[in-house]
């Protein structure tokens, strides 16, 4: 059975950081490409960044320079470092390998 059971969400003040994690089981993690996807409210859901296995990034346009993706195979595990968080950035995130498979979700909140 597949999991992906992210977590690491909450509330931020504009200007601060936060770590999301995502844990994969059920497949062969280390081998496929990870991404982290957002969709707030109103908005279609956007790409925000992918790690393939071999640890290549890409970011979308609006991340650049703030946001890290990266992992850890020895624990299944994907990781999304947010830094200088905007409040565009409310979304809820979404961990995936590259569409086929979904978490659930964490809430993302950047407010004063």
């Known amino acids: 059975q597949v999991q992906l059971v992210e977590s690491g969400g909450g509330l931020v003040q504009p200007g601060g950081s936060l770590r999301l994690s995502c844990a994969a089981s059920?497949?062969?993690?280390?081998?496929?490409?990870m991404t982290w996807y957002r969709q707030a409210p109103g908005k279609q859901r956007e790409l925000v960044a992918r790690?393939?296995?071999?640890?290549?990034?890409i970011y979308g346009d609006s991340v650049k320079g703030r946001f890290t993706i990266s992992r850890d195979n020895t624990k299944n595990t994907v990781y999304l470092q947010m830094n200088s968080l905007k409040p565009e950035d409310t979304a809820v995130y979404y961990c995936?390998?590259?569409?086929?498979?979904w978490g659930q979700g964490t809430q993302v909140t950047v407010s004063s």
């Open positions: 995936s390998d590259y569409g086929r498979y």
């Open positions: 059920g497949f062969a993690f280390s081998i496929n490409a």
């Open positions: 790690i393939t296995s071999v640890g290549s990034t």
